[in-house]
């Protein structure tokens, strides 16, 4: 038997069946706990009568908890340092990570399944790698705190609070969902004569990031032993770090001129 029901987040229409205990809107993929009254089964007699039931209501569990989307990713107990202009709310911990989706849902050139994208990478992050939800930064438009909104002043923030105090040993990861764009190189340092950026939600407004501003943000203050992985799903990003050399399937690992 199925029922109907309202994302009370996203207020998406869709069904469910009676007996699942754990409901994820297909949507935003909001954890909504099922409270439709249900009667108790007698135990089964059989070998597998009882334990398979809770072994996938265990995994199921286990699945929602890793799923559950952050929406305001360890904010009673996280630390936004001030130099980023944020309030000190945790510990910087060994492993950090900013993940950055940007849907652009009110413009005519939306996407569709950048937030998803990030948390998928979320449930990666913590289900392969050990990351910690308190030590990450989740940004998307559907943040309910201002802060964690993708603009152009809060994703320069995040990158900062990423590198703050780095040191040996700490992995670190940036993750971004969104357009990317390309403008004229006016400092001279482009093999292609133009600058690859990243675009905020309020890019029209107060403009793109450049990537010669990510690589003084994220890469120039890492130390010895500090390791950055950059993931970033965007047009014209694959120089979007400013690094010294790029990999080339072909010729493998290149200096650029």
Request: proline share 6%; hydrophobic share 35%.
């Given at each position: ?125 913590i289900q392969y790698y050990e990351y910690r939800d308190e030590n990450m930064l989740i940004l998307t438009e559907e943040q309910p705190d201002a802060r964690l909104i993708p603009t152009k002043a809060n994703i320069e923030s ?100």
């Amino acid at each position: 038997m199925e029922i109907k029901i309202i994302c009370h987040r996203c207020k998406q229409k869709f069904s469910a069946s009676t007996t699942t205990e754990i409901i994820i809107c297909p949507q935003c993929r909001t954890v909504i706990p099922n409270r439709t009254p249900r009667k108790q089964s007698p135990p089964s007699g059989g070998h597998y009568g009882s334990s398979i039931p809770s072994l996938i209501d265990n995994l199921l569990k286990k699945l929602c908890l890793a799923l559950k989307p952050a929406t305001a990713p360890g904010l009673s107990s996280f630390v936004y340092p001030k130099s980023c202009g944020l309030d000190n709310v945790g510990t910087l911990g060994n492993k950090r990570a900013v993940l950055c989706g940007v849907s652009y849902k009110k413009w005519k050139y939306k996407l569709k399944g950048t937030i998803n994208d990030v948390f998928n990478m979320r449930a990666l992050l913590i289900q392969y790698y050990e990351y910690r939800d308190e030590n990450m930064l989740i940004l998307t438009e559907e943040q309910p705190d201002a802060r964690l909104i993708p603009t152009k002043a809060n994703i320069e923030s995040s990158l900062k609070w990423l590198v703050k105090d780095c040191r040996s040993g700490d992995s670190l990861v940036f993750y971004y969902s969104g357009h990317g764009l390309r403008q004229p190189d006016f400092e001279d340092d482009e093999i292609d004569g133009f600058d690859e950026t990243i675009c905020p939600v309020d890019f029209l407004k107060e403009g793109m990031i450049v990537d010669n501003d990510i690589y003084k943000t994220i890469v120039q203050p890492l130390t010895e032993g500090v390791r950055l992985h950059a993931i970033v799903d965007a047009c014209h990003s694959g120089t979007i770090l400013d690094l010294e050399h790029y990999y080339d399937n072909n010729e493998h690992l290149v200096p650029r001129q």
